[in-house]
């Protein structure tokens, strides 16, 4: 029997930068030929969406627009072309990378969704995606997972295994995504040492899970006691509290073996000057990735120790489609034990203002029928 689809649901509209956000009904779309409507049961909320609420980014962000992008429901309408989807299958609604030179893709956002990527441009074709000139952003230019029902292209959709917790799996689509692509791209190797700052918020405390599962040694940077016994709990064999410490270079290289720093670090902090840190402590060929998107930022090297002692500083946005493949079978397989707590998502309000006071501990994740 077919699923019964109403005409109206629940969602957080944002009716202009700024907000405030609005818990309201709207109607339920429809799936086009390629996409697929999925019944959104929980929702994970990323820094992003705050930063799309207070249009933060140099982006143009669609107005009204229904946010968020870790959705994970049940797949209960599909379009005609679309024969590797079943109704009743798992999904997750992930974030969707965008291109900002695309102007057609902001003003005719119904499009966006029908190319979610091209699936056939250079970088489509070496498992780039996210760079797609025609990719685009869920919860940002199109309407994204705050709602109860939410159509996607169906080629980008995650396929979510149904022995897997919806509610757990939620913050993996983006947050989890994010830090596995990113220390994959740092290239550390098992037994190396890898630095996450910010390893006490919702993408920190995924990728000290991560790190622990690719078999990496992990010096978690944050501050407060509560950060640091979550991050401990996760597997970091050391913590810098930079709140407390009078020179954080020398503190975290000191908690390497040799003295030398971290062969990586990962930047998923929200503020500018952990971003001007971290090349000054990695060890000497080592890399710093930065993902982490604090508004206005700029990154800063010195010119001269960056070159002679060969350090490699990169971005790294969100992963493909392998990428999701694989760090969703990492937490099938128990390896991912991210911290998170569910609240209704007539609260969304609530965690961010939480997010502004720096106080949450791991992920929120929003139950739709609350």
């Known amino acids: ?43 994970g909320v990323c820094h992003t969406d705050l930063h799309a609420l207070n249009g933060d980014w140099p982006l143009d962000v669609k107005l009204p627009l229904v946010g968020g992008h870790e959705g994970a429901g049940i797949v209960v309408a599909r379009g005609e072309l679309v024969k590797d989807i079943e109704i009743g299958d798992h999904a997750g609604v992930k974030v969707h990378p965008v291109h900002t030179s695309d102007v057609d893709r902001v003003i005719n956002p119904v499009q966006q ?52 917790p919806l509610d757990a799996i939620a913050p993996v689509l983006c947050a ?11 290239g550390a190797r098992p037994g190396q040492t890898v630095a996450i700052v910010g390893a006490g918020g919702g993408l920190g405390s995924l990728a000290c899970q991560y790190a622990k599962a690719m078999g990496l040694s992990i010096i978690a940077i944050d501050a407060g006691e509560d950060k640091k016994k979550m991050c401990e709990e996760l597997g970091a ?94 937490f099938r397989r128990g390896v991912i034990k991210a911290p998170f707590k569910v ?9 961010y203002d939480m997010m502004h006071e720096g106080t949450i501990l791991g992920r929120y994740v929003v139950d739709t029928s609350k």
């Open 1 to 43: 029997m077919a699923p019964q689809i109403p005409d109206k649901q629940w969602a957080q509209v944002i009716e202009k930068t700024g907000g405030p956000i609005d818990y309201k009904q709207i109607p339920v779309p429809k799936p086009g030929p390629d996409q697929v409507l999925v019944n959104i049961k929980y929702s």
């Open 113 to 164: 969704w029908l190319n979610s990527s091209c699936l056939a441009c250079d970088f489509c074709m070496q498992m780039d995606e996210p760079l797609c000139p025609k990719a685009t952003l869920s919860g940002y230019t199109v309407d994204g997972t705050f709602q109860q029902y939410c159509v996607a292209n169906a080629a980008h959709v995650a396929r979510i295994p149904k022995d897997v």
């Open 176 to 186: 989890g995504i994010t830090v596995y692509k990113g220390l994959k791209e740092s």
């Open 237 to 330: 064999t050391a913590f810098v509290d930079f709140a407390t410490s009078t020179n954080v270079v020398k503190d975290v290289q000191s908690k390497t073996e040799d003295g030398f720093g971290p062969h990586a670090v990962i930047l998923v902090a929200v503020s500018e000057k952990p971003f001007q840190q971290a090349s000054e402590y990695v060890r000497p060929r080592g890399t710093v990735v930065a993902i982490g998107l604090p508004a206005g930022a700029f990154l800063k090297a010195p010119v001269f120790e960056t070159v002679i002692r060969c350090v490699t500083i990169k971005g790294s946005y969100v992963g493909n489609r392998k990428d999701t493949a694989e760090a969703i079978e990492f």
């Open 343 to 351: 609240i209704g998502m007539s609260e969304l309000q609530k965690v």
